[in-house]
T-cell receptor, first 115, second 113 residues
C-alpha cells in the first residue's frame, strides 16, 4: 500500500531564508507527484506537478525535485516571504498503467515565515 | 473561470439528519472525487468517478453515497449523519488524460452535533 510521509510536520523560518520541504513515498510506481499549498480555511492550490519521467519542475521561487528510485521529492522555496506561510501537501498518483489513479496525500508541512 | 464549486461552505447538522454536499466543475473533466480532511489524518478519499454513470469507493466510503448523472456534477450524500462525519470535505476534478493537475474546490465545513 502506498504511503506518503512529509517531514517535518511544522517548520518556522525567518524571512529571506531558503528552505526545503521533504516528501517520501513507499512505492516507486507512480504516475506523477503533485505539490499543493493550503491556506487556513481554504482549499488546495496546485503548485507543481512532476511527471514520473521528470527530475524537477520550477515555478518562480519554487523548485520541486523527484527521485523515484529512492521514493523522495523535495520542494525548495527560495528567499522565503511571510506570504509563503501555509501548509504544503505532497500527493502521489499511483501508476495503474493509465491516466487513472487516485491521489494519495501526505499529512503536510505547516510552514511559518517570520518577518 | 469558476473551476470547482462546492456548496454549501458551512453546515451544521444534527445526528441522524441527511444532506447533500454539492460539487460542480466547468472544465469538462472526466474524473471527479471527494476527500475528507481531518486533523492528524490528512486527506482521505471517500468516493470517485471516472465519468458520467461510473462511480467507485475510495478509502473511507461508509456512510456516504454518490452518483454522477452528468459530467459537471458529483454530489455527495450523507444519509444519516453521525458525529464521526464532522470534517472538512473537498471535491476535486481533473481530466482523464495525461499528466494534468488535480483541481480542488474550497471545501465544505460540516459539523454534526
Amino acid at each position: 500500500k502506498q504511503e506518503v510521509t512529509q517531514i517535518p510536520a511544522a517548520l518556522s523560518v525567518p524571512e529571506g531564508e531558503n528552505l526545503v520541504l521533504n516528501c517520501s513515498f513507499t512505492d516507486s510506481a507512480i504516475y506523477n507527484l503533485q505539490w499543493f499549498r493550503q491556506d487556513p480555511g481554504k482549499g488546495l492550490t496546485s503548485l507543481l506537478l512532476i511527471q514520473s519521467s521528470q527530475r524537477e519542475q520550477t515555478s518562480g521561487r519554487l523548485n520541486a525535485s523527484l527521485d523515484k528510485s529512492s521514493g523522495r521529492s523535495t520542494l525548495y522555496i527560495a528567499a522565503s516571504q511571510p506570504g509563503d506561510s501555509a501548509t504544503y501537501l505532497c500527493a502521489v498518483r499511483p501508476n495503474y498503467g493509465g491516466s487513472q489513479g487516485n491521489l494519495i496525500f501526505g499529512k503536510g508541512t505547516k510552514l511559518s515565515v517570520k518577518p | 473561470n469558476a473551476g470547482v464549486t462546492q456548496t454549501p461552505k458551512f453546515q451544521v447538522l444534527k445526528t441522524g439528519q441527511s444532506m447533500t454536499l454539492q460539487c460542480a466543475q466547468d472544465m469538462n473533466h472526466e474524473y471527479m472525487s471527494w476527500y475528507r480532511q481531518d486533523p492528524g489524518m490528512g486527506l482521505r478519499l471517500i468516493h470517485y468517478s471516472v465519468g458520467a454513470g461510473i462511480t467507485d469507493q475510495g478509502e473511507v466510503p461508509n456512510g456516504y453515497n454518490v452518483s454522477r448523472s452528468t459530467t459537471e456534477d458529483f454530489p455527495l450524500r450523507l444519509l444519516s449523519a453521525a458525529p464521526s462525519q464532522t470534517s472538512v470535505y473537498f471535491c476535486a476534478s481533473r481530466t482523464g488524460y495525461g499528466n494534468q493537475p488535480q483541481h480542488f474546490g474550497d471545501g465544505t465545513r460540516l459539523s454534526i452535533l
